[in-house]
């Protein structure tokens, strides 16, 4: 019987789909906020006195082009990243193996090596490496995860991956934007902008915090402070440029 180990994480530990895709989230959303807000910013420490004066229009075509194409990218990126991990942990892997068969002396002594520095005494590491070398499948995972700090990417489905960093830079990163839809544009859409802004970068906070346990302060102030830096940075560049 082959034991679902999917199942188990979601249904004995409350592993659900954001701790599953937190990284693709919050890499995807703070991207996507920071780098669509960069362009509204740009543009309002341009104009000085505030993004309405250069048009909506121009904030919105280029926030919109810059939005998916970056989506887009970042989707592709993330695609291409975990199948390099996948083929670059199946080629390792597949060495190993071919070390363990053509040198298992080698292999043996670099297994009690890193039983011993887990902690196992040395009569327990000699025996448990001994049993090791008689099953080299499970020897290989071992020595990846200890040897080389590789560890199993086969249940991250690379498309998926992308998917959910395409869909997440969109959702999060189009909030800037939100103001210059929603409302005539004036000098101050910019400042309803950045407050819609902020309450995404805090919203993703929260969202960090509600699946990690972190520390809420933490989860929120790295998040709202990492935002907060970059749109900083974006307006600075759009006032020397634009003055």
């Not at 071992?142 to 830079?169: K, Q, R, W």
Request: charged share 15%; with cysteine; proline share 4%.
């Amino acid at each position: 019987m082959t034991f679902d180990w999917t199942a188990h994480r979601r249904e004995a530990h409350a592993l659900g789909r954001t701790q599953e895709f937190l990284k693709q989230i919050i890499y995807g959303g703070n991207d996507g906020i920071v780098t669509t807000f960069a362009i509204v910013a740009g543009f309002a420490g341009a104009a000085a006195d505030g993004a309405g004066q250069i048009g909506a229009v121009a904030v919105l075509v280029f926030g919109l082009a810059n939005l998916f194409a970056d989506a887009v990218s970042m989707g592709l990126g993330e695609f291409l990243s975990t199948r390099s991990q996948h083929d670059l942990y199946r080629a390792r892997r597949n060495s190993e193996l071919h070390e363990i068969e053509v040198n298992p002396a080698q292999e043996r002594y670099e297994m009690v090596h890193i039983l011993r520095q887990r902690g196992l005494p040395d009569e327990e590491a000699e025996a448990t490496a001994d049993i090791m070398l008689r099953h080299p499948d499970m020897m290989a995972d071992l020595m990846m995860t200890y040897e080389f700090g590789m560890h199993d990417p086969a249940e991250e489905n690379p498309a998926i991956n992308g998917f959910v960093t395409f869909c997440s830079f969109v959702v999060f990163g189009s909030v800037p934007l939100m103001p210059y839809f929603l409302t005539e544009p004036t000098p101050a859409t910019f400042i309803h902008s950045v407050m819609t802004t902020a309450g995404a970068l805090v919203a993703l906070g929260l969202l960090r915090w509600n699946a990690t346990g972190e520390p809420l302060h933490r989860s929120v102030g790295e998040t709202v402070l990492v935002g907060t830096v970059c749109a900083v940075v974006a307006y600075g560049v759009g006032m020397l440029v634009g003055g």
